[in-house]
């Protein structure tokens, strides 16, 4: 039998066609009081640019309404994309967040561009987009989020602290795709989420595990290693429903690959929508790592996986265009994983 492990829900304020981009903003926020009352131990949201189907584009703004909207669940990004920004600011932020929600904050750290190549120069116009570089800038913005992150004064200028202080910090996680990006995690001593259902991390989450947990260095924020993994799971009371429902993300996705990049339709469009037709081998590859179904079903694959790399969390994350069809998606999941 799997053991009980803690749930994340993961949300990134998908917009559906029709309805407006502040909507899908307050369903993110309506969906984790209800993933506080089902039970989940986090509630994560994304930081994406320039894609109109996924909204929400400043996770520290949300996590200011979310640590007053809920309660006793922790609340985080996945992640903050550490590349375009200073980290002092970064440590600042959560470190208000912090104060606002004491021990209840978690900071999640990645590299991905989370947009297209042209949002690069706007986000950063004086930077670079490069990934070089990150793990000097996550060594630098874990000083700055440290309970004394006090600067030694340099000469002739002022001391420089990172405020307001807090008797803890915001608890900061690494967000990885690649074996790379494991190791980068295990060197840093902090807990790593893998994303499973990312297309480029098909078929690697063993090597990854084995290559964050033989790196691993213990350091202030983390005495072992410490894992969680993020699948994409859309479960309804049947699997013909799942399937209706997955419709309007795998438009999307057919759109997506076509260059365009709209909000979501609704299921009773997008499953009959002329651009589905004759992809069906292409819809299946997609749900060979986004799990779809029902919820008996995808609980046995999730644990199969998790068991496989003795995964610590699991995460999930789903999209639909109506909030109530990802509400019920992680209610049946909870049910059956915690």
């Not at 297209?116 to 930077?127: A, E, K, M, R, T």
């Not at 033989?214 to 049947?238: H, K």
């Amino acid at each position: 039998m799997s053991r009980i492990r803690p749930l994340i829900a993961f949300d990134q304020s998908a917009c559906g066609a029709g309805r407006s981009h502040a909507q899908a903003l307050r369903d993110t926020l309506q969906l984790a009081q209800a993933c506080e009352a089902q039970g989940y131990h986090r509630f994560w949201v994304s930081e994406h640019h320039n894609n109109g189907a996924i909204v929400g584009s400043a996770p520290e703004v949300m996590l200011g309404a979310l640590s007053v909207l809920t309660r006793h669940i922790r609340v985080g990004a996945a992640g903050v994309l550490l590349p375009f920004y200073a980290p002092f600011k970064v440590a600042e932020q959560f470190r208000v967040l912090e104060a606002l929600a004491p021990g209840r904050i978690d900071l999640g750290l990645g590299r991905s561009p989370g947009g297209d190549p042209q949002i690069f120069s706007v986000l950063n116009p004086q930077g670079s987009s490069a990934r070089t570089g990150f793990e000097e800038k996550v060594e630098e913005l874990l000083h700055w989020l440290g309970s004394c992150a006090d600067a030694p004064p340099a000469p002739g200028a002022h001391h420089i602290r990172a405020l307001p202080h807090n008797p803890g910090c915001a608890q900061p996680w690494m967000l990885v795709t690649s074996v790379d990006g494991a190791r980068t995690a295990g060197r840093l001593g902090l807990p790593m989420c893998f994303n499973y259902s990312a297309e480029q991390s098909r078929g690697i989450e063993e090597q990854a595990f084995d290559a964050y947990r033989s790196t691993f260095v213990p350091g202030a924020y983390l005495a072992c290693p410490y894992t969680a993994l993020m699948f994409f799971a859309l479960a309804a009371d049947t699997n013909g429903h799942a399937r209706y429902l997955f419709s309007s993300r795998a438009l999307w996705r057919v759109k997506l690959d076509l260059g365009i990049r709209e909000p979501i339709e609704a299921p009773v469009t997008a499953h009959v929508h002329d651009l589905l037709k004759g992809r069906e081998a292409s819809i299946a590859q997609q749900m060979e790592i986004n799990f779809v179904g029902e919820a008996g079903e995808i609980a046995t694959r999730i644990n199969s996986i998790a068991e496989s790399v003795d995964v610590d969390e699991i995460g999930l994350t789903n999209w639909a265009y109506h909030l109530e069809d990802r509400i019920r998606s992680h209610q049946l999941l909870l049910s059956l994983l915690a």
